[in-house]
Nanobody, 121 residues
Framework: QVRLIESGGGLVQAGDSLRLSCAYSGGTYAMAWFRQAPGKEREFVSTINWSGSITNYADSVKGRFTISRDNAKNTVYLQMNSLKPDDTAVYYC?????????????????WGRGRQVTVSS
């Protein structure tokens, strides 16, 4: 069983930055961030492979968000810059039992509880 514990998030203004962290129990996993806004389906944000050499982003966040990981600390990060009101959502960390990236939620079997990110205009 993999435990995922997210931290960070909060309320910011448009244009501000935030960083989310996700601490995971030991193992070799590709990791991802998804988000879910009120009344909408959960959507892919970003993913990173086990070594950190491959990343992928949703078009809506490309150029503004950066995913990274520190395997020595068992932590994955999501740096979010130039935040927009449309980024408001609960952000979820996810892990899959593979070292290879994936962009659909069905490919991830471990999930954190989520962190609220609210961006005011």
């Amino acid at each position: 069983q993999v435990r995922l514990i997210e931290s960070g998030g909060g309320l910011v203004q448009a244009g501000d930055s935030l960083r989310l962290s996700c601490a995971y129990s030991g193992g070799t996993y590709a990791m991802a961030w998804f988000r879910q806004a009120p009344g909408k389906e959960r959507e892919f944000v970003s993913t990173i492979n086990w070594s950190g050499s491959i990343t992928n982003y949703a078009d809506s966040v490309k150029g503004r968000f950066t995913i990274s990981r520190d395997n020595a600390k068992n932590t994955v990060y999501l740096q979010m810059n130039s935040l927009k009101p449309d980024d408001t959502a609960v952000y979820y960390c996810a892990a899959r039992t593979s070292t290879v990236v994936a962009t659909t939620s069905a490919e991830y079997i471990y999930w954190g509880r989520g962190r609220q990110v609210t961006v005011s205009s």
